[in-house]
């Protein structure tokens, strides 16, 4: 008893306090989730009973236990609380707790533990809690745009904003850490003087884009969309699509340019780059790879269709997700997420043909995207042994999809 206290009992602690933190997260999702959509801020006014007007103490906002010492009903007025509240407060709980158990506690060299459990382990919580908020804060960000994209068809920028300026952020500090120099495969790709290079390069271009916007010389894409929309719909027939997709191309162009630069300009570069740079380059890397990709898609297939194809939520999305897990695991999401699209079109399609006259409800892509990143992320080691069968060549070892090529030279 003594020895399984002793080997369980920090475990415990540490998904006890996950769980606690996650649920806290899920709150302030429901709220982001619910009030954003309306242009609403976040912070004000405090939460209140949507009927009688009551605000809420502070014992009546705890997550979860809140709702369940509430039983679910406003304390003044009686009316039934959503059991969505409570639902998304354990959902985020949970997905917070199975990301803890996954690098602190399974085996490093287990089936779990190639999910990167070595590198986190051998350097303890502590000195690798930048990595492990940014992985977190991604998840959070993905399932309140998920909520958000479910009921408005619209992923604001501002909720994938977070994990990528988190993402960004947090890696930079990992490699300042003086222990996180990995004797292991490192969770993202450490970037090379190369993909460096690319990274800042991009990163000026979209500086420089930014400013050609906010000072008129270019022009915002969709400008006049929400003359096409009627009331009470979210969504429009928008006509001239190939002529926004012209506009982002202008956008583009100077991000472009800032890339080549950048690849040409990397020989100047200490090779390797120091460790920090190499750290932010993998996730700054990963941002241009994953975003890129998505907008690549969004551009051909809306000028391939005259409609838009895919929302720059989508892209977005897809660059948190680089910016918080590096160039790889996205561009996988990237290939799953159709199948998670497909399955439901198959089971709404079932379900249709079951109940007759029952309308077919269909869902945007950033749910199917947000469900396929949190895939990989969770479930890694399947991920690399179905890429073992379909790539040997390339995936090859038992350890991270990253391998070697992660690891500081």
């Excluded at 540490?14 to 933190?21: E, L, N, P, R, Y």
């Excluded at 918080?324 to 079109?345: E, H, K, Q, S």
């Amino acid at each position: 008893m003594r020895d399984f206290l002793l080997i369980w009992l920090p475990h415990l602690i540490g998904m006890g306090f996950t769980f606690a933190f996650g649920a806290c997260v899920g709150s302030f999702v429901n709220v982001v989730s619910l009030r954003t959509p309306q242009g609403m801020s976040v912070v004000a006014p405090p939460s209140r009973c949507g009927v009688c007007g009551r605000r809420l103490t502070w014992y009546e906002n705890l997550p979860v236990i809140g709702w369940l010492a509430a039983r679910g009903r406003c304390w003044s007025c009686g009316t039934t609380i959503s059991v969505r509240y409570i639902a998304v407060e354990i959902s985020v709980a949970l997905l917070f707790t199975a990301v803890f158990t996954l690098e602190y506690v399974a085996a490093p060299h287990g089936w779990w533990g190639r999910g990167g459990a070595g590198w986190f382990q051998s350097h303890g919580f502590i000195e690798t809690l930048p990595a492990f908020i940014a992985i977190v804060a991604l998840l959070g960000a993905l399932f309140a745009a998920t909520l958000t994209d479910l009921t408005s068809f619209s992923i604001p920028l501002s909720i994938t904003l977070v994990p990528t300026l988190v993402g960004l952020a947090a890696w930079t500090v990992q490699g300042l850490m003086a222990g996180s120099v990995p004797s292991v495969a490192w969770p993202i790709p450490l970037a090379s003087s190369e993909q460096l290079g690319i990274a800042l390069g991009g990163g000026a271009g979209i500086l420089c884009s930014l400013i050609l916007l906010a000072r008129g010389t270019i022009r915002r894409s969709f400008e006049d969309y929400h003359e096409y929309v009627k009331e009470g719909e979210v969504l429009a027939d928008y006509p001239h699509a190939r002529r926004e997709m012209r506009r982002e191309l202008v956008f583009l162009a100077p991000v472009i340019a800032g890339m080549v630069c950048g690849f040409f300009a990397c020989k100047a570069f200490v090779d390797p780059p120091p460790h920090a740079l190499q750290a932010l380059g993998g996730a700054a890397f990963g941002y241009i790879v994953a975003a890129g990709l998505m907008w690549l898609v969004r551009v051909v297939a809306s000028f391939a269709k005259g409609v838009e194809a895919m929302g720059m939520g989508d892209v977005h999305l897809m660059g948190a997700a680089g910016a918080t897990l590096g160039w790889i695991d996205p561009v996988i999401a990237f290939f799953v997420a159709p199948f998670f699209g497909l399955t439901w079109v198959a089971l709404t399609g079932v379900w249709g043909a079951l109940h007759k006259g029952s309308s077919r409800r269909e869902i945007p892509y950033g749910p199917h995207l947000a469900l396929a990143i949190t895939v990989v992320v969770l479930l890694r080691p399947a991920v690399i042994d179905v890429g073992r069968v379909l790539f040997p060549g390339i995936i090859s070892s038992n350890s991270a999809l990253h391998g070697a090529s992660s690891k500081v030279k």
